[in-house]
């Protein structure tokens, strides 16, 4: 499988509006719709994939990612959730208490 490197807009980015009602689009049909809805899906992400640089090869490693890393990369999108490719643990304080 060919590694994705992707780079989703800050909070600074303008557009925040148009990427999150795209993004809640997509939430709401499912891929039953037809493959015009994978198509924009792919569309949708394929500017923030910086990595393969080769617009083919790069369309083709989306259609290649699991639901989980596909719906991640949509959230990385709109500011839902951290970036999906960083190597950054999660810095969130466990509340598990200590281990024994």
């Not at 994978?38 to 923030?48: A, H, N, R």
């Amino acid at each position: 499988m060919t590694k994705i490197v992707f780079e989703p807009p800050s909070a600074e980015t303008p557009g925040y509006l148009r990427r999150t009602r795209m993004a809640l689009e997509f939430r709401q049909k499912t891929p039953d719709t037809g493959p015009k809805i994978i198509d924009d899906m792919i569309e949708f992400l394929l500017p923030y994939v910086k990595e393969p640089v080769d617009r083919a090869e790069a369309r083709d490693a989306l259609l290649d990612a699991t639901q989980a890393q596909f719906m991640e990369l949509i959230d990385a999108v709109t500011g839902e959730s951290a970036d999906p490719t960083s190597a950054q643990p999660n810095q969130e304080p466990s509340n598990a208490g200590p281990s024994e």
